[in-house]
C-alpha cells in the first residue's frame, strides 16, 4: 500500500488559519511486511524511528490497534519551511490507520480529526483535498469549501533555515481593534472573491494588502522585500509567505513564470528557487 501526500502552502496573505492550497511537492509512505514493532525508514534528520515519529503516533492516536508494520517513509517537503511538513505526516498517519484498521473514514472524517490534530485546518485540509480549500474551525466543528485554483505560476523561494510555527506567532498581537478586524476581514473576502473568480489581479493585490499577519511577519524573513521587488517588476500578481514562513510564494502568469524565476535565482539568495504546480487531488491512497 502506498500513502501520497502533497505539500501545501497556506494562508496566501489574509486567509489565516483558513486558507490553503496543495502544492507538487509530496510525502510518501509505502506500508511493507507487518512486524513485532514499529519501525519508519527514512533519511531525515532527527526524526524518530519508531511508533515514537508523528506518522505512527498519529495513526496510533486514531486506532490503537493497529498492528506494526514496517514503514518507508519519503518527503521532498522541507521541514518547518512553511509547506505543510507536519500537516502531511498527519494526513498520512490517519490514511495509515484508516487503511490498516478498516475503518472506512470518509475524506470529511479525515479532516475533522486532522484539524483537532492540528489545531486550524488550513494546511490539513487541502492536503487531504488538493486544489484551493477554505476552511473554518469553530467550536469544535469543521466547515470546507473545495474549489479550483486559477490557472497561475508559483514559484518558491525556499530558505536554508528553518521558521518553527511557535516562533512565528510570538510577534504577532494578541488583538485587534473592532475596526482594524473589519478592515482585515474585508480584504480577505475580496482576495477570495477574487481568487473564487479567476481575477488574479484583484487577488493579487488583496493577498499583499493582508493586515492579519503579514506584516509582522515579514520582518522575520530577510529574503521577503528584494524577492517582492524583483516580482513585481517583472508582473507577479503577488508575493507572500507560505504558511508561517520562511518559504516566499510568488503568484505570476504563466509567460512570467521563466524570468521570475531566473531573477530569483539571479539574486543569489541562501536557498532553492522552484516551480510548483498546484496540486488536484490531495490525499491518494493506492
Known amino acids: 500500500m502506498k ?5 501545501t502552502s497556506a494562508n496566501l496573505g489574509p486567509g489565516f488559519d483558513s486558507v490553503g492550497i496543495a502544492v507538487s511537492k509530496y510525502l510518501t509512505i509505502e506500508v511493507l511486511e507487518p512486524s513485532e514493532k514499529w519501525e519508519v ?27 506494526p508494520h514496517r514503514v518507508k517513509m519519503v518527503s521532498d517537503v522541507p ?22 484498521g478498516q475503518l472506512h473514514l470518509s475524506k470529511e472524517e479525515m479532516l475533522a480529526i486532522a484539524t483537532k490534530e492540528e489545531g486550524h485546518p488550513d494546511n490539513v485540509a487541502p492536503a487531504i ?31 536554508n533555515y ?16 473592532y475596526k482594524e478586524a ?25 493577498i ?3 493586515l492579519f499577519h503579514e506584516r509582522f511577519r515579514q520582518q522575520l524573513v530577510k529574503e521577503f522585500a528584494p524577492i517582492k521587488a524583483a516580482a513585481h517588476e517583472l508582473g507577479a500578481y503577488a508575493t507572500y509567505l507560505s504558511g508561517a514562513g520562511p518559504t516566499i510564494m510568488v503568484l505570476a ?21 522552484v516551480s510548483l504546480n498546484i496540486d488536484p487531488q490531495g490525499l491518494v491512497i493506492e
Open 162 to 177: 528553518e521558521l518553527k510555527t511557535s516562533d512565528s506567532r510570538r510577534v504577532l498581537p494578541s488583538e485587534f481593534a
Open 3 to 7: 500513502i501520497t501526500v502533497p505539500a
Open 41 to 67: 525508514l527514512h533519511d531525515l534528520d532527527g526524526v524518530p524511528n519508531d511508533e515514537n515519529n508523528l506518522l505512527i503516533a498519529t495513526a496510533l492516536s486514531v486506532c490503537s490497534e493497529l498492528r
Open 129 to 159: 483535498f488538493g486544489q484551493l480549500v477554505v476552511s473554518s474551525y469553530v467550536d469544535g466543528k469543521v466547515s470546507h469549501v473545495v474549489a479550483k485554483f486559477p490557472e497561475t505560476a508559483l514559484i518558491a523561494f525556499i530558505p
Open 182 to 206: 473589519v478592515s482585515a476581514s474585508s480584504i480577505a473576502n475580496v482576495a477570495l472573491a477574487a481568487l473564487l473568480t479567476g481575477d488574479l489581479v484583484t487577488a493579487g493585490k488583496a
Open 253 to 273: 502568469p504563466k509567460d512570467k513564470e521563466t524570468a521570475i524565476f531566473e531573477c530569483l535565482i539571479a539574486l543569489q539568495l541562501d536557498g532553492e528557487v
Open 79 to 100: 521541514l518547518a519551511r512553511g509547506l505543510g511538513s507536519s500537516s502531511s505526516v498527519i494526513v498520512a498517519g490517519i490514511a495509515l490507520a484508516n487503511e490498516l
Open 208 to 210: 499583499e494588502a493582508d
